[in-house]
């Protein structure tokens, strides 16, 4: 399976984007789907995921972030809106079994989009 991922930029806060990743090489609608963010000297961190049974965000963004998937264009995609500057980051794909599975270790990763929003 590989996952591409796209969609970031330089935005400035308040503003939106909407960042996509497609899956190739196997049907993924059985798995989650989800993505993780990296920003500079810290820790990847798990954003949120969407499985057959839901989906989940962490706390910081889920008032502004929504994650959706088109299991026909084995794709899914994080809206992003009212960015902050600490949004800003490396945002990553990933793919695994199950929404806790994926958090806790996904199966597979694709590259990074980078994220920059301003102030």
């Known amino acids: 399976v590989q996952l591409q991922a796209s969609g970031g930029g330089l935005v400035q806060a308040g503003n939106s984007l909407r960042l996509s990743c497609v899956a190739s090489?196997?049907?993924?609608?059985?798995?989650?789907m989800g993505w993780f963010r990296q920003a500079p000297e810290k820790e990847r961190e798990f954003v949120g995921a969407?499985?057959?049974?839901?989906?989940s965000l962490i706390d910081s963004v889920k008032d502004r972030f929504t994650i959706s998937r088109d299991n026909a264009k084995n794709t899914v995609y994080l809206q992003m809106n009212s960015l902050k500057p600490e949004d800003t980051a490396v945002y990553y794909c990933?793919?695994?079994?199950?929404?806790?599975?994926?958090?806790?270790?996904?199966?597979?990763w694709g590259q990074g989009t980078q994220v920059t929003v301003s102030s």
């Open positions: 969407i499985g057959w049974s839901g989906s």
């Open positions: 090489g196997r049907t993924v609608s059985g798995y989650a």
């Open positions: 990933a793919l695994g079994g199950g929404i806790v599975t994926l958090r806790r270790s996904p199966n597979y």
